[in-house]
């Protein structure tokens, strides 16, 4: 499993000690052409992103590399996102004419209205060629996304429907795989390697919390904190429950993070000789339970015409009916 950093040349930090990523031009430009290499190959483009930051895990200049072939955004992971930010961002993206769906390819929910909608855009092209005199053929379509994403477990789960039947087909540059969906298209058999927007501090906060930049990268405490932060301001209730914060009456949680991570590491048992709180063990857990859904289901990245969402589903999550389950 790749992660940004290897995809990327150097990972810097921002004055506050976040992770940034750093890209050379020439590098850029090589990765570009291996794309577009690719890009020729196909009819339709499915562009992977994960469900809870659609933003940050987008690669901003795709638009301009593909030019007018048809796209599909697929908002992979949607068991791990806020249900009713995905369906916003789905509803966003079809009101600028481009098509999405939600998936979890895991799971592999979603998977057949991905499979309808790829084939009815990649058909657009086959029937011009048709049209044209040419032979039919089955659409053609390839996977493009950031490492980590879920590229591998897109193609297995779509592969899987058909017991991988993969074929070398003769006549197409350097014989690419292709395996056939049933129902619906020819997909290249090697995902895409996208890189992410690199230039907003936001950006890399959001992949670290989501763990597409990986921990060992970087320093993880300003990562840690703030996302402590994000979710004492908007989802206290789901960290009082989560790690049972009883508060005396009136009382609330911690202003300061590093206070709100050592109550959270005493409740936990994170504790050394004196009493004193081990922070990596805290910082570990929070970040391994937030990736894994255990605190809340969380989009980061919200649509841009829908910035009163996050605030709805806080109230949502405020209600306490959901928290048990998550035990
Ligand atoms: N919860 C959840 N996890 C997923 C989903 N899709 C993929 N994953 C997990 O995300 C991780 C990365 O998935 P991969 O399929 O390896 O992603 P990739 O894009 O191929 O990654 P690289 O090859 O490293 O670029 C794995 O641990 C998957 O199990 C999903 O829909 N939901
Ligand atoms: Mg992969």
Redesign the pocket.
Same mark, same amino acid.
């Given at each position: !499993?790749?992660?940004i950093k290897? =995809?990327a040349d150097a990972l810097s930090v921002t004055s506050e000690g976040l992770p940034t990523i750093v890209w050379y031009p020439g590098h850029m430009a090589k990765a570009k052409r291996l794309i577009s290499d690719n890009l020729k190959l196909v009819d339709v483009v499915i562009e992977?992103v994960d469900?809870r930051i659609p933003v940050a895990s987008a690669n901003p200049m795709l638009k301009e590399l593909i030019g007018r072939k048809p796209r599909l955004i697929v908002l992979? $992971? !949607?068991?791990?996102a806020s249900p009713a930010i995905t369906k916003a961002w789905v509803s966003y993206y079809r009101s600028q004419d481009i098509a999405a769906v939600a998936?979890?390819? =895991?799971?592999g929910?979603g998977i057949k209205e991905l499979v309808k909608l790829t084939a009815k855009l990649a058909a657009g092209k086959t029937n011009r060629l048709e049209n044209k005199g040419a032979k039919a053929r089955a659409p053609r379509a390839m996977?493009l996304?950031?490492? /980590?994403?879920? $590229?591998?477990?897109?193609? /297995?789960?779509l592969a899987g429907k058909v017991k991988a039947k993969a074929e070398n087909r003769p006549g197409v540059t350097r014989a690419k795989q292709w395996i056939h969906i049933e129902g619906g298209f020819d997909l290249l058999d090697m995902?895409g390697?996208l890189w992410p927007k690199f230039d907003d501090p936001m950006v890399g906060l959001h992949l670290s919390y989501t763990?597409a930049i990986s921990d060992e990268a970087i320093d993880t405490e300003p990562v840690v904190l703030r996302l402590i932060g994000w979710l004492r301001e908007n989802f206290s209730r789901d960290l009082i429950n989560r790690y049972k914060l009883e508060l005396g009456g009136g009382e609330s949680l911690p202003e300061d993070n590093v206070e709100l991570l050592e109550l959270i590491g005493r409740k936990r048992g994170h504790l050394e000789k004196g009493g004193i709180v081990n922070h990596d063990k805290t910082k570990k857990l929070l970040l391994k339970e937030f990736r894994?859904?255990l605190i809340g289901k969380y989009t980061l990245d919200l649509p841009p015409d829908k910035p009163e969402v996050q605030e709805t589903e806080a109230e949502n999550n405020g209600t306490g009916s959901k928290e048990d389950s998550r035990d």
């Open positions: !499993m790749a992660d290897e =995809a992977l469900a992979n $992971k !949607m068991d791990l998936v979890d390819a =895991a799971q929910r996977v996304g950031i490492p /980590n994403v879920g $590229k591998s477990s897109l193609i /297995n789960r995902p390697i763990g894994a859904g």
